[in-house]
């Protein structure tokens, strides 16, 4: 039963991964949450330290999208 549980993605591991810088991915996901305010996968804390899991990456790639058509 434990293999069902995500493992949470801190935004530092995250920039990582997608090979940028950490400012940049933080500045890149505050532009997210004022498009999207209600989105709860952009706005997930632990100990006052953002969160992302799994299941989230693609529904914020979604929210990149819309972001990048109406610049």
């Known amino acids: 039963m434990k293999e069902n ?3 949470p993605i801190r935004l530092k ?3 990582l991964e997608w090979s940028m810088h950490e400012k940049t991915l933080k500045k890149h996901f ?3 949450r004022i498009k ?3 989105e709860p996968c952009l706005n997930r804390y632990i100990n ?3 969160i992302i899991y799994p299941s989230d990456l693609a529904k914020i790639k979604q929210c990149q999208t819309i972001l990048k058509s109406d610049s």
């Open 5 to 7: 549980i995500e493992k």
């Open 48 to 50: 006052n330290k953002a």
């Open 30 to 32: 505050n532009q997210l």
């Open 36 to 38: 999207f305010p209600d």
């Open 13 to 15: 591991d995250l920039a």
